[in-house]
């Protein structure tokens, strides 16, 4: 506070020193001058400050407008519009700035304005406006609202549909029974491709195996010893040897033709059969095992009980439930009560076998 009370009297007590010591350097400068020529020559000296302060400030501004000049002109070669925008905000820019200081340099002038026309007719436009959007957000709720009715009279229709085509217990068990059929028939689709790569081993294996191979190149050295007559040799270990070889052969192609036989009727429940190229003698046993199969009629399923009892009381307990008129599922189910746990698991794990039973069954009846 007390620095604000003093600076005033500190700049006046400048400004009259200021004012002495030049009155007193002009006065030195020239000892023939008075007082009354000193002050002449002050005032002399404050309008030729005031002269050129006037045309400094003169070129500042026609220097300031050939500069803008030159810079508007270099935007225009490039983007007119953008120069054209920047024009107009400088335009804008210099007539606030003019609006601000022309009123200050200008006197007072009280001017009374009445403002009551203005307000009326704006607030009358305010009003139309008001009443307009109004009645537009009438007619959308109107709208609205009758959209809403009819999306709401759809919805019960849909529903009402819904609850006369069918019950969520039905739509629930009917979705458990596909997903069970879907995963029985991917376990199916496994079990037949892990079979038929097994088939496809066993017949390259087969194919690779020949005589020649087994044997090498001891037909060959008999001959030559044959020719060359030497001494007695007892070739009757070799000779065995030879013959539980063709027999270890001989059981490996059975093997082979067995499994061969085992794997064709549930390969052809998916996908093509596999065309497998055998020898003579291959096919010629696979004739000799169709033919004592059908000789016997017995079903392969029953190859898997031991006891001829359990036999004969799965074919009872199968034409019981053929007798009462079960699916292939409901005929699983009995089946795996009937038997028991250890001899039902026989029946869980071969499906297609059991299908393959009663579809026999059916036909002999």
């Known amino acids: 506070m007390k620095a604000n009370a003093l600076r005033k009297p500190l700049i006046n007590t400048a400004v009259v020193l200021v004012f002495f010591i030049v009155l007193l350097s002009i006065s030195i400068a020239n000892p023939a001058t008075t007082a009354l020529g000193s002050f002449g020559l002050i005032i002399l000296a404050g309008l030729r400050a005031l002269q050129l302060f006037v045309g400094l400030s003169i070129a500042l501004i026609f220097c300031l407008a050939f500069l803008f000049a030159i810079f508007f002109g270099a935007v225009a070669l490039a983007n007119p519009d953008t120069a054209a925008r920047m024009y107009g905000e400088f335009r804008q820019t210099l007539a606030a700035w003019l609006g601000e200081i022309i009123p200050a340099c200008k006197k007072k002038t009280q001017q009374h304005v ?9 607030k009358q436009e305010l009003q139309a406006d008001l009443a307009a959007i109004q009645t537009q957000l009438h007619a959308t709720r109107e709208l609205l609202g009758g959209k809403i009715e009819q999306l709401s009279h759809r919805i019960d229709v849909l529903e009402t549909m819904t609850t006369q085509m069918a019950n ?12 069970g059929a879907v995963a029985s028939l991917a376990g199916i689709e496994g079990a037949v491709n892990s079979m038929k790569v ?38 009757t270990p070799l000779e065995k040897d030879i013959a539980v070889m063709q027999q270890e052969l001989a059981s490996v192609r059975e093997k082979a033709d067995k499994v061969l036989l085992a794997a064709a009727p549930e390969t052809v429940l998916v996908q093509e059969p596999v065309l497998v190229v055998a020898e003579p003698e291959q096919v010629a046993a696979q004739q000799v095992e ?54 039902g698991k026989i029946i869980s794990s071969h499906p297609s076998l059991i299908k393959d039973y009663i579809k026999s069954c059916r036909r002999n009846d």
């Not at 009445?114 to 704006?122: F, H, I, K």
């Not at 031991?306 to 036999?311: E, F, I, L, S």
């Not at 009381?313 to 019981?320: G, K, M, P, Q, V």
């Open 114 to 122: 009445n403002l009551e026309p203005m307000r009326q007719e704006l």
């Open 290 to 343: 169709v033919q004592t199969g059908s000789a016997e009629e017995e079903h392969r399923i029953l190859s898997y009980f031991d006891n001829h009892a359990d036999k004969q009381r799965f074919i009872e307990l199968a034409d019981a439930a053929l007798e009462k008129g079960l699916n292939h599922k409901q005929v699983i189910d009995y089946l795996v009560r009937g038997l028991g746990q250890q001899k």
């Open 168 to 179: 969520t217990g039905e739509v629930e068990a009917l979705s458990k029974e596909v997903k």
């Open 198 to 235: 097994c088939v496809e081993q066993t017949a390259q294996q087969i194919l690779q195996m020949s005589p020649e191979k087994v044997l090498g190149d001891v037909p060959e050295r008999l001959r030559t010893l044959e020719q060359h007559q030497p001494k007695v040799i007892d070739i």
